[in-house]
């Protein structure tokens, strides 16, 4: 039997070869010139050569249960390294094995980018993730870099985002040179009725040898039914000055929802780890109810 069986194989073999040699292109099918068939395995080098103006090049079915559908390992000299292509959870997936490690980069059907520490994009281990609007999201770790990081404009993502510097500390994001940040502070309308005696604040102090510049402050104010009286317009502010960096007029008696907006300051002075504040124009407003979210755009200057 093993005679047989060994007879047949060689009866397959020479037929392919003899194929390969007089036929090379059958249809759509791509045959492989060289070196064929021995014990179920290619000699020495598989070469695909596909030069039709419409060709399909190397094409791999399979997949089932999100098994393998193709795998590549290193046998000869260092070995062990393997490079894995799948399907696992339905993302179009590639695995790069190294002893105890396993990194995976590909899509999801969620239409994102991923690189996670795992065979699996949609398990534990998500490293880095990018979406179809360009947006990264480090999902763990830090982002280090050996140049400079130049942004048009940056948000923080809120309070406790801190970098990691090269000495090994952190500071927080905001805090960095070059960085535009954008803060929303939402206001009450009992805020509103004392802005002039207490004013609000939109940026905290830097600390010392820093200093705050904003670049534009944005105001979406909700009417919710009553005017406020006695003041009206409403200024940014340095704390404890009475120069006002940005001026809105008009702005806590409207009759209706209004978003206003204004970029630079209207004053050359700049004050080292002060904070920058809201207030009301002349006096503490009266009676009304209208509240506002208030979206800060800055940068710090280390001086």
């Known amino acids: 039997m093993k005679k047989l069986i060994t007879f047949l194989l060689f009866i397959v073999a020479s037929n392919i070869n003899a194929q390969i040699k007089t036929n090379p292109i059958i249809g759509d099918t791509i045959y492989i010139p060289g070196k064929i068939i021995h014990g179920g395995y290619f000699i020495d080098k598989l070469t695909l050569d596909d030069n039709k103006a419409t060709g399909t090049g190397l094409i791999v079915t399979g997949g089932g249960g999100s098994k393998p559908m193709a795998t590549f390992t290193r046998d000869v000299g260092t070995t062990g390294p393997e490079i894995t292509l799948h399907g696992n959870s339905g993302h179009a997936t590639q695995t790069y094995s190294w002893n105890t490690y396993e990194y995976s980069i590909g899509t999801t059907t969620g239409n994102k980018f991923r690189i996670a520490d795992h065979t699996n994009l949609a398990g534990t281990g998500l490293r880095l993730e990018l979406d179809s609007s360009g947006n990264f ?9 050996t140049g400079d990081v130049t942004a048009a404009s940056f948000d923080a993502g809120g309070t406790g985002t801190d970098v990691l510097l090269d000495d090994g500390t952190t500071t927080p994001l905001a805090s960095i040179n070059g960085i535009y940040t954008n803060q929303k502070v939402s206001i009450s309308s009992a805020q509103f009725l004392s802005s002039n005696t207490t004013p609000i604040e939109l940026v ?6 820093k200093l705050v510049r904003i670049m534009n402050v944005s105001i979406n104010f909700d009417y919710l039914g009553t005017a406020y009286t006695a003041a009206s317009g409403l200024e940014v502010i340095y704390t404890g000055e009475t120069n006002a960096l940005i001026s809105f007029n008009n702005l806590l008696n409207v009759t209706a929802d209004v978003i206003k907006g204004a970029s630079g300051s209207t004053i050359s002075t700049q004050l080292e780890n002060t904070a920058i504040e809201l207030r009301a124009v002349g006096a503490d407003p009266e009676t009304g109810t209208g509240t506002a979210d208030v979206i800060v755009t800055y940068e710090i200057i280390d001086l």
């Open 137 to 145: 999201d480090f999902q763990a770790g830090n982002l280090t870099t």
């Open 204 to 209: 905290a102090a830097p600390g010392a040898g």
